[in-house]
């Protein structure tokens, strides 16, 4: 067995065994709902609601019921896009890359952050249906023969890559979650008291029985797609950043975008991982799994790639200077003095400065302003594609098209439904999923439990005393 | 299938090094150990039983690889033969040239193709799919309990082999 050393902080605390392990993470799910899941659903589904109302009625009406104009002409719609997409990227770092990394601490968080990512992309993809307007003709970026004779779609264009990176990160991230909630889903099977549950349980568990090669060929392909999903969340931001960074838009037309649109996505996807699990945590008595020492790995991940983000900021400011062209420094001090200052610098304080404050490991270990600083960078990081988008383009080449942009209730209503939509997902997950990966958990819990080091450091202070 | 049905004895342990012990020395006294199944991977079972390395890393490389080509094919079919178009005075009409416009479908062609490849390849050899119904041996071998099974020729075998679980480590005994 795997000896891991004993100043190393237990990733699972008190004295666990593997059925308390399977105990803890079934109850939620085997149990009834209280009065404050009941709340979050009610709310989330009130909000589910009003997007349906609000999507209705722009497709009903037209797209000309949103705030665009002719000179901003992509606004929330792009600006929720982007951030959606962005949140979900934490899910597949998480359980790809800290995968490969070997990170044992990923065990107790990869599960619901991988939810987060697809139920984040879900989020996403709501954008793009909505904003086409005329979603029934959505088909039309597929490379599908068509009545217009001969006329394929451009594999040349930025948008044909993000229709092709999209699907493919939701196809492949929904996969790699349902392959790791098979086994999970077999403990809850053999668990099931009910001729129902035993019945949904045995249907979404695929009949699987963790014989030596079941096993042998679930861990090879958990590390394969982990080497696959790697490069592919890295690709998708790096496609969705290409969107502007293709065009000829000042403020847009940057290289530096690709890697400062990943730095900042797994930056805000990491942050909603900290909002949802510090309640997560809380309200299905998780803490012993999801610890502080979890929570402040994470910490530690915003304060990096909040730096790397805030690095990027400063060096586009840079360069717009040092092109020299009159453009694209008119678009960068519009920005930061323009109509939009506002917007510019919550940015700059949200994503900037606030993670800064986790240098301090007090902060850092601490649940409450663990969870405020979330929420800022949360908000940070929506400002950030707003200010991207709309500060570039509501002051273009001809002062007399000069424009601003005033987002419409229905827009809003897009945007919280959304919200809505995304938090009625993850209740629903909380309460028929098992939260915590509890397969791949069991296996650290003689090398990282509590009980188990205690057991050890017991163990190597008598033979010192022998000796 | 064999006319007579395999007969086997269950030990089950509750412990993962103590099962992974017990294979070599119950092997050694000759018995058949034909699989563990547990709640969760052991390092090293499947050296300690000898099974054959899988080999579903090398199919995801072969769709891998298809998915690749017939990604190429497709953009080398629209954009290049059927309707090569002119956008911003840049022609499609080499494919070398436009190349590293088509990396970004091409990649993620390539990965669509291994995963999913890979994932139902990994589904149809393990049976798993949703309706199957499983074999349950112990209601707790997929929570904290160890199923060896070991083969037998017949029943007057059972009085030995569980004697020799026994002394290996097993806690409990199924025959079917």
């Known amino acids: ?467 | 299938m064999s006319a007579s049905p395999k007969k086997f004895v269950y030990g089950i342990f509750n412990d993962d090094e103590v099962v992974l012990n017990a294979i070599g020395s119950l092997r050694k006294k000759g018995l058949k150990v034909k699989d563990v199944i547990s709640p969760f991977p052991i390092h090293g079972l499947d050296h300690e039983l000898g099974l054959d390395r899988t080999r579903i890393s090398i199919c995801a490389f072969i769709y891998g690889m298809t998915g690749m080509s017939l990604a190429l094919l497709m953009i080398w079919y629209m954009n290049i033969f059927d309707w090569p178009m002119d956008i911003g005075g840049k022609p499609s009409y080499a494919f070398y040239k436009n190349l590293p416009a088509f990396i970004p479908v091409t990649f993620e062609s390539t990965v669509l193709c291994a995963a999913h490849g890979m994932v139902i390849t990994f589904l149809l050899r393990s049976k798993l799919l949703p309706g199957v119904e499983p074999n349950v041996i112990h209601p707790r071998m997929a929570d904290d309990h160890f199923v060896m099974a070991i083969q037998i020729k017949d029943d007057s075998e059972i009085a030995n082999v569980e004697a020799q679980l026994k002394s290996a480590g097993a806690v409990e005994f199924i025959n079917k």
């Open chain 1, 1 to 467: 067995m795997h000896k891991e050393s004993e100043l190393r902080p237990p990733l699972i605390l008190g004295d666990k065994t593997w059925h308390d392990i399977t105990e803890d993470v079934c109850r939620p799910v085997e149990s009834k709902a209280n009065k404050w899941w009941w709340l979050a659903f009610s709310v989330s589904s009130a909000a589910l609601l009003w997007w349906v109302i609000s999507v209705s009625y722009t497709l009903g009406t037209g797209l000309g019921v949103w705030g665009l104009n002719k000179t901003v002409g992509w606004a929330w719609d792009i600006t929720n896009f982007v951030w959606w997409v962005g949140i979900g990227h934490a899910g597949t770092l998480i359980s790809a890359i800290l995968l490969l990394f070997r990170q044992k601490w990923r065990l107790s968080i990869n599960r619901s952050a991988e939810a987060m990512t697809i139920f984040a992309v879900i989020c996403a993809a709501t954008f793009i249906v909505s904003h086409m307007g005329r979603p029934w003709v959505g088909y039309w970026p597929l490379p599908l023969a068509n009545q217009f004779g001969s006329l394929w779609v451009n594999f040349n264009s930025p948008l044909v890559w993000d229709v092709f990176a999209i699907s493919t990160y939701f196809s492949v991230s929904l996969v790699f979650w349902y392959t790791g909630l098979i086994p999970d889903f077999a403990v809850i099977r053999d668990r099931a008291k009910t001729k129902m549950s035993k019945r949904i349980y045995t249907i979404l568990s695929f009949g699987w029985v963790g014989s030596a090669k079941n096993w042998q060929r679930f861990e090879e392909v958990s590390l394969v797609l982990a080497g696959l999903s790697t490069p592919l969340v890295l690709s998708v931001h790096s496609v969705v950043s290409m969107d502007f960074a293709t065009s000829v838009i000042p403020g847009w037309h940057t290289t530096i975008f690709p890697p400062y649109f990943v730095a900042g996505a797994i930056f805000s996807g990491f942050a909603m991982v900290q909002t949802l699990l510090i309640i997560v945590r809380k309200v299905l008595n998780l803490e012993d799994y999801i610890t502080i020492y979890h929570i402040d790995m994470m910490n530690r991940i915003i304060l990096i790639t909040g730096s790397i983000v805030g690095v990027a900021y400063i060096t586009e400011f840079f360069i717009a200077w040092y092109s020299g062209v009159e453009y694209e420094q008119y678009a960068f001090i519009n920005r930061a003095t323009g109509p939009y200052w506002w917007a510019y610098w919550s940015m700059m304080t949200c994503n900037v400065i606030t993670p800064q404050l986790f240098w301090s490991s007090k902060l850092r270990e601490n649940v409450f302003a663990t969870f405020i600083i979330s929420i800022f960078v949360n908000v940070g990081m929506w400002f950030e594609r707003f200010v991207i988008i709309v500060t570039s383009l509501h002051r273009d080449y001809i002062p007399s098209s000069w424009a601003m942009y005033h987002p419409t209730w229905v827009e809003a209503g897009i945007y919280i439904g959304s919200i809505g939509l995304f938090f009625t997902c993850f209740l629903i997950f909380a309460r028929v999923f098992p939260v915590i990966a509890m397969s791949e958990l069991k296996t650290i819990i003689k090398s990282s439990s509590e009980g188990e080091k205690k057991k050890a450091a017991k163990h190597s202070n008598k033979s010192e005393s022998h000796a």
